[in-house]
């Protein structure tokens, strides 16, 4: 079959089924509409490839689908990848694995959707484990026999031949495949998400510093802890408890345990005069001792894990009962979102704990469809647990797949090495996920500080103690390197808040890879090409670019791992600054920064406006106002959008936000003058009274003792 009719789903996506492909897929489970309105403002755009060159089949074993391939082409996305950036050359096995230590694909959050650095991108929604030759074989009939390389004589030779295109395979019959286009990468990853429903919005607490207390700390040992941040001067907004809040763990029971909390609510109670939001650690797994295990049971699949239940949520009457017992146990005494763990189980895995591929769920569903949806499910009905509350939540999944790009969870993984979690953290943004390069343990001070460092960047800044009970302050010397950090997260609030308003209504993702930016080039690569978005994404660059990323528009993070103070990063177009140390740099190629320590190299555009509150203990409360200082950095003018809501509700998705526009300008001397729009009449803002600082090079200090 290939005499295709794609059908356009939304201005600038395209459609086409082939076969019957099982419904239960990413798009079915999480059934958010597109923004389409948005999708309209990005105005429509042409078919981005050769329809002719695009095969697809389905077959009643299997379906595939291959797409062309150009030579010059770099691939990107596939979730959550830790091992590389550009895909190219590999097969992509993309099926949920918990312990992902090798490149195949697998990983907690395998999306089969990839974006190309030709400015198009390639979505196939399924359940299934769906296998991608990105550029890895060759068929008979691409015409490359010229192609053979003579091992013995060609230094050349490679292992991976070059290829000429990608191909989808299938389980089953049916596949239904989308096309996003650009023109730019970014373009694609902007259409991807607002076709997922728009990015998520989290509550700004949110956005405020975590930190999750050892597994089996009562309410008092947990109040206590918390208060310490309080003593240290360091923000905190959200405590998590570990397994040993339920009365039993693995499986669970989602019962308070009421020996280490006799008083629950009186327990968020505290916690929320203190200024703290609870985040709940749980797994799907049901224990027998569990209120909702016998009304769940029937509910269930044919196999266990760790003899619990392992329930069919794509099922309302399962979900009802998980969302009844979770709204009255923990939603409705304050608690504010959970943790989602081992949702990710793989039968491959070092122990052996998941249900089998084989195993069966009333719904129809096998062990492998559902071991590829069920971060999904479970991050689905946390967000319509708290919708019905008209609250946000915002929490952590291990699990996640295709569309996810509107669910308020980051990821997490218990593996633990830096640089593949700063690679997570470009990578992520290909795919519409979240990620957390969590902190738990390090194994002297320079590396604590690191790793900190990092996470104060990222979607979710975290200390996860569970086992190893560290704190912010366990490396003495280096406390106020950390403090400093954590603080600086708190005065960026603002800034952070408005990035992930930018992913909820226009889907451009807060934190994310250097290959989405639309002005990488290297220096010597004469005047109209840049333009060209072939060679701006493609060829010009021909960097991985997998150790540094940008934080809205103007900030470019470039991480110094454990054991180094030197390195290059690569600076896009245009004057940068150092944002503490205030040095000027040329950007268009690479530099080298130095940095002791308490420096981490972060950088930031001329002509950027920083909005930055004071580094308060938590999160201003919705109807709080709170002191903004808009910092505008460099010579050039600039403008910049604030963003502002009420922080906890859906009231947004009613248009009960503003937008507000700051610029500094030239005036009549030749001097720099900086505005911002007033507030809209009855709109309570958050921010006031607001403060300029222009011109300056490095970020201002903060102010305190
Ligand atoms: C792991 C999880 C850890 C911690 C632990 C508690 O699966 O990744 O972060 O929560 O469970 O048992």
């Not at 040993?244 to 327990?267: C, I, M």
């Not at 017992?325 to 939603?331: F, M, P, S, T």
Request: aromatic share 12%; glycine share 8%; proline share 7%.
């Amino acid at each position: 079959m290939s005499v295709h009719a794609w059908i356009q789903a939304a201005p600038g996506v395209w459609k086409f089924a082939a076969g019957s492909p099982p419904e239960a897929a990413p798009l079915s489970v999480i059934g958010r509409r597109p923004l389409l309105e948005a999708l309209e403002e990005m105005g429509n755009a042409a078919f981005p490839l050769e329809e002719s060159r695009i095969r697809i089949h389905a077959g009643p074993k299997r379906s595939t689908a291959v797409f062309p391939l150009a030579e010059d082409e770099r691939i990107y996305g596939f979730g959550l990848q830790f091992m590389k950036v550009n895909q190219r050359g590999r097969t992509r096995y993309l099926r949920v694995n918990s312990d992902p230590k090798q490149d195949t694909g697998e990983t907690h959050a395998p999306v089969p959707f990839y974006v190309s650095s030709r400015g198009y991108g390639v979505l196939v929604n399924s359940s299934r484990i769906v296998t991608v030759c990105c550029g890895s074989v060759v068929r008979m009939d691409s015409g490359m026999e010229d192609r053979a390389r003579d091992r013995n004589s060609d230094r050349g030779w490679k292992a991976t031949p070059v290829s000429d295109t990608v191909e989808w395979v299938v389980p089953g019959e049916g596949i239904e495949i989308y096309v996003f286009s650009g023109p730019a990468v970014m373009d694609v990853v902007r259409r991807y998400n607002l076709f997922s429903g728009g990015g998520v919005l989290p509550p700004r607490w949110g956005l405020g510093f975590w930190h999750r207390v050892p597994k089996s700390f009562s309410a008092e040992e947990t109040l206590a802890e918390a208060l310490e941040f309080r003593k240290h001067e360091v923000p905190c907004d959200v405590i998590g408890l570990e397994p040993g809040w339920h009365s039993k763990s693995y499986p669970v029971t989602y019962e308070w345990n009421r020996r280490l909390f006799p008083d629950p609510a009186q327990f968020a109670a505290r916690m929320e005069e203190a200024g703290f939001k609870v985040n709940l650690w749980e797994h799907p797994y049901v224990s027998p001792d569990a209120e909702i295990y016998r009304e769940l049971k029937p509910l269930s699949g044919s196999h266990t894990v760790w003899h619990g239940l392992a329930p069919d949520y794509t099922l309302p009457e399962a979900r009802e009962i998980y969302m009844t017992q979770h709204l009255k146990e923990h939603v409705s005494i304050g608690i504010s979102g959970y943790k989602l763990d081992e949702c990710d189980g793989s039968e491959l895995t070092r122990n052996s704990w998941m249900f089998p591929a084989h195993a069966e769920f009333p719904s129809g569903l096998d062990g492998e469809q559902m071991r590829q949806i069920y971060g999904l499910l479970f991050q689905k009905m946390a967000d319509d647990m708290y919708r019905l509350r008209n609250r946000r939540t915002y929490g952590l999944v291990r699990a996640s797949n295709a569309n996810a790009s509107s669910l308020p969870s980051v990821l997490y993984s218990d593996l633990y090495d830096h640089r593949q979690f700063v690679r997570a953290l470009c990578n992520a943004s290909f795919s519409g996920l979240l990620w957390t390069p969590e902190v738990r343990k390090a194994k002297d001070a320079e590396e604590w500080v690191r790793r900190i460092q990092v996470v104060c960047f990222s979607p979710l800044a975290m200390i996860n103690a569970w086992a190893d009970g560290t704190k912010p302050w366990s490396f003495p010397e280096v406390e106020p390197i950390v403090r400093k950090y954590i603080r600086l997260r708190m005065r960026l609030m603002p800034y952070f808040y408005t990035a992930f308003a930018r992913y909820k209504f226009e889907g451009v993702p807060p934190v994310r890879a250097m290959q989405l930016e639309s002005n990488l080039r290297k220096k010597d690569s004469g005047g109209d090409e840049l333009n060209s978005t072939e060679l701006a994404y493609g060829r010009a660059v021909d960097l991985e670019l997998d150790d540094q990323f940008m934080v809205g528009d103007s900030l470019l993070v470039a991480p110094l791992f454990a054991g180094e103070s030197l390195r290059e990063v690569y600076l896009p177009d245009g004057v940068w600054y150092g944002l503490e140390t205030g040095e000027r740099y040329e950007g268009g190629g690479r530099i080298r920064v130095e940095a002791d320590l308490d420096i981490i190299p972060v950088f930031v555009r001329d002509g950027a406006i920083l909005p930055l509150m004071p580094a308060l203990a938590h999160a201003p409360r919705a109807g709080e106002q709170v002191p903004l200082e808009l910092v505008h950095f460099g010579t050039a003018p600039g403008a910049y959008r604030l963003y502002d809501d009420d922080g906890e509700t859906f009231a947004y998705e009613n248009g009960e936000y503003e937008w507000r526009t700051a610029e500094v300008r030239i005036a009549g001397e030749g001097a720099l003058e900086g505005t911002i729009q007033d507030s809209r009449d009855g709109f309570h803002a958050t921010y006031g009274p607001i403060t300029w600082k222009i011109g300056v090079t490095a970020l201002p200090a903060e102010g305190r003792k």
